[in-house]
């Protein structure tokens, strides 16, 4: 791994943005799909159904191995550590980086906790990635996987329960919905607003 | 002479029908054509003397016309080119042609009312026919007559009844010669009784049955499977299956629930097995999930409200902590 040079440091290694952008793709790739689907008594489905299933089955999959990259590479690289809940973080952590949100980021100030080589994450983000890659994407993932053996017969339909499976990932779908867009929109608070989308092409991050 | 006048414009109708016909016609069509210009000309001749005006006035009975085979009807009234020709009263195009074929497969003709006379007792001794009274269904339907009542009363919240163009009867759909219980009835007669107006005289859209449905993801293969009334009606508990099928819906009002009919429980399920529909609840993994498993099924309102009204607030919201933001550091 490369020394950080100057006042730049690197902190998302190429296996971190490689995962990140299937991720990111993937994910934006099933929201259209699943909406698509889910909603096309309304909408006239805005992709072509079939074709919307099809992107679906086959993105989930592609997601479902790159949840699990993810999984293999932190544990590995002990970079899971960056996830781990500290016992400062709850709730005073969480509670200073919202406040910072609510107020401290309209005057201007200091982040309260900037990012180091050893602290990728604010309190707030810890907890939320934290949330989401070990509850959410994995939920996401069961549930789709459950319905695709289904009906792609290797599971059978007797016993099983399709529609309260489905419900629950739809719900699922509305909550990775709104994460992405609180994930996005927060992407826009660094330095300047493209910085944390720049660190996460070249890996870098400038000092605070 | 006034009589001669009426033939002359039935000849006249007659000859603009098979002049709208394609120039390449087969030729078993224009034998068929041929035949029936023949008939009218030879009734038309006969009209003019004053013989047949005497023997118009005589009873049918008298006439021996009583006994007149369904054949000498069905000169005229077997050729498809007598189609859409008279606009009655009703507000509706009649059609003068009769499908032999179809008529004796119906239950009037197999209850012996399988000649013509046997409903139309007089009015036809003279082209074009005199207005009269065919028999309608009390005439003979008096123990029905509780049942058709109740039918009634259905049909008059019907998106039908309110029409200024039609007065409906039962025989605006119901044609008595193709007469059938529903059970017997091809899907395509049930679907003839909607489509057969509602594809070009009654179609204000302009659009074909397709795009009007295309709404539905699978659009065409049910249209081509399924009773119209299948979703264009819906069960009422304390009303006769026979009578709430009578009872059309405008589209507002039509079930767009696919679990209707597509799962062991489904409310429109006992139904449709009535009116000899067979609805698939034995669908395979690949048609389950198409059908509505995904896209019906898990639509459930106050949920999708919930989600997508979260994340409307979550848009707003960010827009709004941007907008501040950029204000914010403006001011500095």
């Known amino acids: ?208 | 002479m006034d009589d001669e006048k009426k033939a002359l414009l039935f000849l006249g109708r007659a000859i603009v029908i098979c002049k709208t016909a394609p120039k390449l016609l087969p030729l078993l069509l224009y034998a068929e054509m041929v035949k029936t210009i023949l008939a009218i000309t030879i009734i038309f001749i006969g009209s003019g003397s004053a013989a047949w005006a005497d023997y118009a006035d005589m009873s049918l009975r008298e006439q021996g016309l009583a006994s007149m085979k369904i054949e000498s009807c069905v000169s005229c009234h077997e050729n498809p080119g007598l189609k859409m020709a008279v606009m009655r009263s009703d507000g509706l195009l009649h059609d003068l042609y009769v499908d032999s074929l179809r008529f004796q497969t119906s239950i009037h003709y197999r209850r012996e009312k399988n000649k013509c006379l046997d409903c139309h007792k007089e009015g036809y001794d003279i082209i074009p026919h005199r207005a009269a009274k065919s028999l309608v269904c009390f005439d003979c339907h008096e123990d029905f007559k509780a049942k058709f009542l109740e039918i009634q009363k259905e049909a008059g919240q019907s998106v039908h009844f309110g029409s200024t163009e039609v007065r409906f009867g039962c025989g605006t759909c119901h044609s008595p010669h193709y007469m059938k219980k529903a059970v017997e009835m091809t899907l395509a007669e049930k679907n003839s009784m909607c489509i057969d107006c509602h594809t070009d005289r009654f179609n204000r859209s302009n659009l074909t049955l397709n795009s009007r449905h295309s709404w539905h993801i699978l659009a065409p293969l049910h249209l081509e499977n399924t009773a119209c009334i299948a979703c264009h009606t819906k069960p009422e508990s304390d009303v006769l299956g026979v009578a709430f099928k009578h009872k059309i819906l405008k589209k507002e009002e039509a079930t767009r629930e696919c679990d209707d009919c597509h799962t062991p429980d489904g409310k429109m399920l006992q139904y449709l097995t009535d009116i000899g529909e067979k609805p698939k609840t034995d669908m395979s993994a690949e048609q389950v999930f198409k059908s509505f498993y995904i896209s019906g099924a898990t639509n459930i309102r106050w949920l999708d409200w919930a989600g997508t009204g979260l994340i409307a607030l979550s848009i707003i919201g960010a827009f709004g902590h941007g907008l501040m933001r950029i204000l914010a550091h403006k001011k500095k």
């Not at chain 1, 970079?79 to 809940?85: G, I, Q, T």
């Not at chain 1, 069961?142 to 399709?162: A, P, R």
């Open chain 1, 1 to 208: 791994m490369r020394k950080a040079h100057n006042d730049k440091f690197l902190i998302a290694t190429p296996l971190d943005r490689l995962w990140h952008w299937i991720h990111a793709v993937g994910v934006l790739l099933l929201i259209a799909s699943g909406f698509s689907i889910h909603f096309s008594k309304y909408l006239g489905g805005f992709i072509a159904f079939d074709m919307a299933v099809k992107i679906h089955n086959l993105v989930g999959l592609i997601v479902a191995f790159d949840w699990g990259l993810w999984l293999i590479y932190n544990i590995f690289s002990k970079r899971l550590a960056y996830y781990m809940p500290n016992r400062d973080d709850l709730p005073s952590g969480i509670i200073k980086q919202a406040r910072y949100y609510l107020h401290g980021i309209f005057r201007k100030n200091k982040p309260p906790f900037p990012t180091r080589p050893s602290r990728k994450f604010n309190p707030l983000q810890k907890w939320t990635y934290l949330a989401v890659m070990v509850v959410l994407v994995p939920f996401e993932i069961i549930t789709g996987l459950y319905m695709l053996l289904l009906i792609k017969g290797w599971s059978s339909f007797i016993d099983s329960n399709v529609k309260l499976v489905s419900i629950l990932h739809t719900i699922g779908a509305f909550g990775t919905t709104i994460f992405l867009i609180g994930h996005i929109y927060l992407a826009t608070t660094g330095d300047k607003p493209y910085s944390y989308f720049m660190t996460m092409i070249t890996g870098y991050h400038k000092h605070d």
